[in-house]
Nanobody
Framework: QLAESGGGWVQPGGSLRLACAASGHIVGSINLMAWYRQAPGKQRELVARDIAGGDTTYADSVKGRFTISRDYAGNTMFLQMTGLEPEDTAVYYC????????WGRGTQVTVSS
């Protein structure tokens, strides 16, 4: 019920915009949505989190480069990524909490020259 899109390959310094759309059993307002990522051989980590009402949190490694936003009416979430670095290469997952946790299947982001 969470579907990510927008991943791909980009050169260092480039930009990408990820989107996550909620559907199916996820109806009505979603209090918490977030982006996580998992690089090869590493644990999944929080990238950015948005709690309805204006509370946003970013990982230190992406502050100033990534921006999370949400279309609350459409239950859609975005991640604008700028100044991408090879260290940002990972599978990016959408996460939501509405009575239970939901995870998307992930979208690959590759940053290389």
């Amino acid at each position: 019920q969470l579907a990510e899109s927008g991943g791909g390959w980009v050169q260092p310094g480039g930009s990408l915009r990820l989107a996550c759309a909620a559907s199916g059993h996820i109806v009505g307002s979603i209090n918490l949505m977030a982006w996580y990522r998992q690089a090869p051989g590493k644990q999944r980590e929080l990238v950015a989190r948005d709690i309805a009402g204006g509370d946003t949190t970013y990982a230190d490694s992406v502050k100033g480069r990534f921006t999370i936003s949400r279309d609350y009416a459409g239950n859609t979430m975005f991640l604008q990524m700028t100044g991408l670095e090879p260290e940002d290469t990972a599978v990016y997952y959408c996460y939501a909490v509405q009575y239970r946790e939901y995870w998307g299947r992930g979208t690959q982001v590759t940053v290389s020259s």
